[in-house]
Every structure is written in structure tokens, then in C-alpha cells.
């Protein structure tokens, strides 16, 4: 199997592309407190979590066509390594969702199964971990230190890039609710025209393309 660019997770998210955002109507009213209604930012939330390297915590779930037996959900061990099924201990750190499954289709296929069908999806991330995506210089994943806030989460992956919308991040975050997207105006927190914004354990923070 090739090298994992993911254990540069800069590299890992660099590439990826999100549509860009209509922020004309919505630059104004942007808060630096939550907004549990606001739902309408059409960013591929989980496209991003499904291109994010796995880690110690992080919970997935395998699906074998056909196979009950053979599929189910998996949560990373300290090492970095899972015990499946036939196949044994696994070490998937570092590893994306779609690298697991083309690992376990590869093993599967050495004398269990002739064409195993494996599709893999993230349930959870690390609960102790953020993510800091888009226009950033260093796109990646981030350890969570307490009272972190979102200036400090933009500041570790290496501030803003040149075409980054400064005043409208989006952080999504999962809660007894379900899923929220909530705008931050990073530009004025950091300028002191607003409070600043606290950031909590599995938190995706991306900043959008500006619109010239």
C-alpha cells in the first residue's frame, strides 16, 4: 500500500474543495455567539470528516456486502489498531475512511472472499481533537487544549490563507441536538469589535473562499 499523506495533515486537506459560499446577504448579521437556527451554509461537512485521518478514539463503521458477520463498528485503540474479524489486528491510524475499506477489501480477498464489497463511514472523531479547514495555510487536525479559542484554532494552522473570507468562518459542531453551523466573525474577534469564540472537542472550523 502507498505511503499516507495523511500523516502531514496539511497535505491531506490542502485538496480538498468545497463549493463556494453565497456570503453577500449574510456578511452583516454575522454574531460571535452561536446561533442554534442557522442551518443554510452548504459546506460538505461530511465529505471533510470522511477525508480525515483516523486516530486513537476515533470511531468508524464497516460494511461487507452480504457479510453480517463480517461487518460493524470499530473504535481505534491507543496503538492505532483494530482486531477484525478473520483478518486479526489492523493498524488503520493514519489511515482515511477509504483507504480502511480498500485495506480490508484487500485482506478479505486472500482467501475469505472473492470480490468483498467494503464500504466504511466515521461515526466519530477523537473527542479531544478539532479541525481547522479551507482557506487556512495549514489545513488540518488539531489537538483540543482547554478554554481553546477560535483565533488559537486558526493561528495553528498558520493563520489565514490569501483567499480566505476572514469574517466568516463557519464551525460545525454535533450536539444532543443533532449537527449545527454556526458563523463567527474571526476578522472582528481579532480586531476586539467582538467576543471571542470558544471552540469545543470535535469542532470543524472552515473558513470559506472570499467572493471577489
Do not use: W
Not at 470499530?74 to 493498524?91: A, E, K, N
Not at 485495506?103 to 472472499?113: M, S, V
Not at 490563507?161 to 449537527?179: F, L, Q, S, W
Request: net charge negative; aromatic share 6%; proline share 6%.
Amino acid at each position: 500500500m502507498p505511503a499516507v499523506a495523511c500523516r502531514h495533515p496539511h497535505t491531506a486537506f490542502a485538496a480538498l474543495t468545497v463549493t463556494a459560499l453565497s456570503l453577500a446577504v449574510l456578511a452583516e448579521g454575522c454574531s460571535a455567539t452561536a446561533n442554534a437556527g442557522y442551518s443554510d451554509v452548504h459546506v460538505d461537512v461530511r465529505s471533510a470528516i470522511q477525508a480525515a485521518c483516523l486516530g486513537p478514539g476515533d470511531e468508524f463503521e464497516v460494511r461487507v456486502y452480504e457479510e453480517p458477520a463480517l461487518s460493524g463498528t470499530h473504535i481505534v485503540s491507543p496503538t492505532g489498531q483494530i482486531d477484525y474479524p478473520l483478518i486479526g489486528t489492523i493498524t488503520v491510524e493514519g489511515l482515511v475512511a477509504s483507504q480502511v475499506a480498500a485495506l480490508l477489501r484487500q485482506k478479505l480477498a486472500q482467501g475469505y472472499l472473492k470480490h468483498p464489497y467494503v464500504m466504511v463511514s466515521v461515526k466519530t472523531l477523537s473527542s479531544k481533537k478539532i479541525f481547522v479547514l479551507g482557506e487556512v495555510k495549514a489545513p488540518g487536525r488539531f489537538a483540543y487544549t482547554d478554554n481553546m479559542t477560535i483565533v488559537e484554532a486558526v493561528t495553528l494552522a498558520g493563520g489565514f490563507a490569501a483567499m480566505a473570507e476572514r469574517n466568516y468562518a463557519i464551525v460545525t459542531r454535533m450536539d444532543a441536538t443533532g449537527e449545527r453551523r454556526i458563523p463567527v466573525p474571526v476578522d472582528k474577534i481579532m480586531q476586539g469589535l467582538a467576543v471571542n469564540f470558544q471552540v469545543q472537542p470535535g469542532d470543524i472550523i472552515y473558513i470559506p473562499e472570499t467572493i471577489l
